[in-house]
């Protein structure tokens, strides 16, 4: 197809009495001679005037492309950014917590902008709320001998070896809280490529009815789910939101009662909060609220969930409990604590206790970031990095920790002498420590015996914390006081 000079294909200009429409075909203007006055050739003077006249305008649905205005209606019905009919497990809003407008803060100033006084009180705050809290987690660095061959590729760069040690660790942690085993949905939050996924698996050889439910909101390339042709395990991936997805309303999920066992790697900060919600107030109160006859009744007339039950246990109690969850466990590696929401945070609860509110979890959420505040490299060294991790963006596309290069806040770096970097880390990490014990608190009163540990020594990757929980009638880890 070709354009008028005037199109946004075109690039330099014609020669000097030359025709100037610009021949997309052939990358370059038309090379036909012009009469005296004129733009453009007999052969292209039609075609050009036509194309002139048309007005192009901004599509509606997305102002970052034009149509033209002639053709608009034509274009919004297939239109890539057009309104496309929702799926039965998309449910607006349905994990993004209560929106109390009375809470929203006002403008907030940046951290740089505090004064002096303004930071020691919130610091002190900080200090205080977090008094008792163990600040020293225990640690469950493991490993698993599904990944054996690929820990020990000698092909391996850095990245891949780094991201197979964090997987590694993830899956021995499933193993060891016995999550690992037949008839079981494993949810893969913010799953990415899928790597996990693939782990765990591969690490399942075949067992029997495994379903992996992979839930991603952006397309994404290089997806390895395409691997998997086992005749026992089938992956699914979503593309959505966590904060509208309502695992119940997916088929295999409301006709199949496999017990659902919640994972992720770096599941970047708001996102953690939304995947708890979506597993614990959407998909187990759902059972609570379609099983309303006694529970050992239910059992005896339905030998599918009895089944089900049985082998989720794996044989550990012989006893049924008064309750079953249908939530198996969640083992979810942290992130991004400076990516948290007031609004979709599950800890409020705990932070009201402590006499805090919206504007002190947007501070501490900020200061979090202080964490990895002293790992940064030089200017000079951050440049070339990044011009690296361009080149391997398909590596590292699944870190968000950026290896310790991320710029920690917005002007955080220009605090006048009040901090030492060592400081600012221990505050960093305090932070997400109490961010994290609101979680924690959320699990148990929810019926669930939740644990941080160390997962990943801090060298492999500053995120290095790992988020477990077991419903109260399994084996769980120690909780974290």
Request: net charge positive; glycine share 6%.
């Amino acid at each position: 197809m070709a354009t008028s000079a005037s199109s946004p294909h075109a690039t330099g200009f014609p020669a000097e009495g030359r025709c100037g429409y610009y021949v997309e075909k052939k990358k370059r203007f038309c090379r036909m001679v012009v009469a005296a006055g004129k733009r453009f050739c007999g052969e292209h003077a039609g075609a050009a005037e036509e194309e002139d006249a048309r007005k192009r305008i901004l599509c509606p649905l997305d102002p970052k492309h034009t149509v033209y205005e002639d053709q608009l209606a034509k274009h919004l019905k297939k239109c890539n950014s057009r309104e496309k009919p929702k799926p039965d497990f998309y449910i607006q809003d349905i994990n993004a917590g209560l929106k109390d407008e009375t809470e929203i803060p006002e403008q907030l100033v940046p951290i740089s902008s505090l004064s002096e006084e303004q930071l020691e009180k919130l610091i002190k705050k900080l200090r205080k709320a977090s008094e008792g809290l163990n600040s020293t987690l225990k640690d469950h660095i493991m490993s698993h001998p599904a990944l054996h061959d690929a820990l020990n590729d000698p092909k391996n760069g850095d990245s891949a070896t780094k991201h197979l040690k964090q997987q590694a660790s993830i899956l021995g942690n499933i193993e060891k809280l016995k999550l690992l085993g037949p008839r079981r949905c494993f949810v893969e939050f913010g799953a990415g490529k899928g790597k996990l996924s693939h782990w765990v698996d591969i690490a399942l050889k075949d067992a029997e009815k495994v379903h992996f439910i992979l839930v991603e909101k952006v397309t994404t390339r290089f997806k390895v789910d395409g691997k998997h042709r086992k005749k026992n395990s089938v992956f699914e991936r979503l593309q959505i939101d966590i904060q509208h997805l309502c695992l119940n309303k997916i088929p295999v999920l409301r006709e199949g009662k496999l017990p659902v066992v919640g994972i992720g790697k770096h599941l970047c900060g708001m996102a953690t909060d939304l995947a708890l919600r979506c597993l614990i107030e959407t998909y187990a109160a759902s059972f609570e609220e379609r099983n309303e006859e006694p529970l050992a009744k239910r059992i005896k007339n339905d030998k599918t969930e009895k089944e089900i039950y049985t082998l989720a246990k794996e044989g550990n109690e012989k006893n049924v409990p008064e309750k079953w969850n249908p939530v198996a466990g969640i083992v979810i590696a942290l992130c991004c604590h400076h990516r948290c929401d007031w609004r979709h945070y599950v800890g409020k609860e705990y932070f009201r206790a402590l006499g805090l509110g919206a504007v002190e979890f947007h501070y501490f959420q900020r200061m979090s970031s202080w964490a990895t505040c002293g790992m940064r490299k030089t200017s000079l060294e951050t440049s070339n990095s990044t011009t690296k991790r361009q080149d391997n963006q398909n590596d590292d596309s699944e870190e968000h920790d950026d290896g310790g290069y991320r710029i920690t806040d917005d002007g955080a770096d220009s605090l006048p002498g009040l901090l030492s970097v060592e400081e600012k880390k221990k505050i960093g990490h305090l932070c997400k420590l109490l961010i994290d014990q609101g979680r924690i608190q959320y699990l148990q009163q929810k019926g669930f015996s939740p644990a941080l540990q160390y997962y990943i020594d801090p060298l492999v990757s500053l995120e290095n914390v790992l988020l477990t929980a077991l419903p109260n009638h399994s084996s769980s880890p120690e909780t974290t006081a």
